[in-house]
């Protein structure tokens, strides 16, 4: 992909990754302290979803 959008669309996949540690570290944290399970898990299946969608864009 050339133009504009071509360094958007390379740096989507890091921008995605980066985010799913985020949502492994904050759901890990909920479960843990025992906040709020029903988050925590939501999130951790979030970052398996981003984990997929970066895998299935770079193959």
């Known amino acids: 992909m ?6 958007i669309a390379s740096a989507a ?6 985010g799913a540690f985020a ?3 904050g ?8 906040r709020d399970r029903k988050r925590g ?3 951790l299946v979030m970052a ?3 984990v997929v969608n970066v895998a299935i864009w770079t193959l």
């Open 2 to 7: 050339n133009g504009a959008l071509g360094g």
């Open 27 to 34: 759901g890990g944290v909920l479960i843990a302290k025992k």
């Open 23 to 25: 949502c492994l570290i």
């Open 48 to 50: 398996v979803v981003l």
């Open 41 to 43: 898990v939501l999130m």
């Open 13 to 18: 996949p890091a921008i995605a990754m980066l």
